[in-house]
């Protein structure tokens, strides 16, 4: 899934075996940038799917498994990681810094062929992510000069869907194009995609009244999560004769078929403000 909530913030939803080895599995949000440039993003949250889930920004050659590419991301619990494939369809490299978790802002930044990673608390202060020297890391790739810009996102298990929270995406140089999103590689693609949640309610006369939720992306929160529905949303109905109510996902009106999955709903009351 991936929901684009405006001034730089996302939610992105991916399974995949991970981002390496020979070839990647993982969910893409791009741009296009061409010559120099950089990108950061603070990775709010991720959800626990391996130790080595991925959330964060990359440079990529091309939109094949196996392209050359350059990333720097948080992991669920194995700290930041700087990463990169200097060759297609090769193996891969990397520097990582432990202990270091969500939320947590990173950066890569592509000067020539030359990429330097970066992370921040506060994303003001940048960390380089050093080797085992104490010495900042960089990597020499030869990618074109006309690459792939974003976040990348990867659940490290390719029978799990990771979600990731994304806010204050940013790029410098010649960056365009809108905000796009695929998924790369082989594995399947388990993620759910978004579809408006409702609540309806039918009177005893028949009238029905209709509110949806607020967030295009509720169907595919993985936490419990209130939601407060005021009865002034629900005109036109008698209030005092209600004899259903009916919760579902999609357009009431036009219904059609659709994928599967399962929405947990607990604990329905009606109480005062």
């Known amino acids: 899934r991936f929901v684009d909530k405006g001034d730089g913030a996302f939610t992105v939803g991916a399974a995949g075996h991970d981002i390496w080895d020979n070839a990647d599995d993982f969910r893409l949000v791009y741009k296009r940038l061409n010559g120099n440039g950089s990108i950061l993003v603070k990775v709010e949250s991720l959800v626990n799917t391996n130790a080595w889930a991925k959330a964060g920004v990359m440079i990529r050659e091309n939109l094949t498994a196996g392209s050359m590419m350059a990333y720097t991301i948080v992991s669920w619990s194995s700290g930041v990681s700087f990463g990169w494939r200097q060759v297609a369809d090769g193996t891969c490299g990397s520097a990582?810094?432990?202990n270091v978790a969500a939320p947590q802002w990173v950066k890569l930044t592509r000067t020539g062929?030359?990429?330097?990673a970066q992370?921040?608390?506060d994303g003001k202060t940048w960390i380089d992510i050093k080797d085992t020297a104490g010495k900042a890391v960089s990597t020499t790739i030869l990618m074109g000069s006309n690459v792939y810009i974003g976040l990348c996102t990867?659940?490290?298990?390719?029978a799990a869907t990771?979600?990731?929270q994304y806010s204050g995406a940013a790029t410098t140089g010649g960056v365009t194009g809108a905000w796009q999103e695929t998924w790369i590689g082989d594995d399947p693609d388990r993620t759910n995609g978004t579809a408006g949640l409702y609540v309806a309610v039918e009177d005893s006369a028949g009238k029905v009244a209709v509110t949806t939720h607020s967030d295009p992306a509720a169907v595919n929160v993985t936490t419990w999560t209130e939601w407060k529905v005021p009865l002034s949303s629900l005109t036109g109905v008698n209030l005092a004769r209600?004899?259903?109510?009916?919760?579902?996902v999609g357009d009431r009106k036009n219904p059609v078929p659709d994928?599967?999955?399962?929405?947990?709903?607990d604990d329905i009351r009606l109480t005062k403000p």
């Open 162 to 164: 990771t979600t990731a």
């Open 242 to 248: 209600i004899k259903t109510l009916y919760v579902g």
């Open 154 to 158: 990867t659940s490290h298990n390719a």
């Open 119 to 121: 992370y921040s608390a």
């Open 259 to 265: 994928g599967a999955g399962r929405i947990y709903i």
């Open 96 to 98: 990582t810094q432990a």
């Open 113 to 116: 062929n030359v990429f330097t």
